[in-house]
């Protein structure tokens, strides 16, 4: 299932907005959405139960776009 859910690492978006020279509230701000998160799975037999994200902002989350 791990593949079915690529993500991107939020070390790598770190990076990657300090690249673009991002201020470092706005950083941070960003960053802070993406911590401490649970999340659940659609399945044909219901939702999952929930579990902890460990790292990286999900394929399909809806500010992916703009980041």
Known sequence: MRKAFDSVSLKM???AL???RVP???VN???QLFHN???SIITDYGNT???IVPDGIDQGEVIS???
Do not use: C, G, N, V
Request: proline share 5%; no cysteine; charged share 35%.
């Open 13 to 15: 978006l770190r990076a």
């Open 18 to 20: 300090i690249r673009i």
């Open 24 to 26: 470092s509230k706005e």
């Open 29 to 31: 701000f960003i960053l």
């Open 37 to 39: 998160r649970e999340s």
């Open 49 to 51: 139960e929930l579990f």
């Open 65 to 67: 776009p703009l980041l």
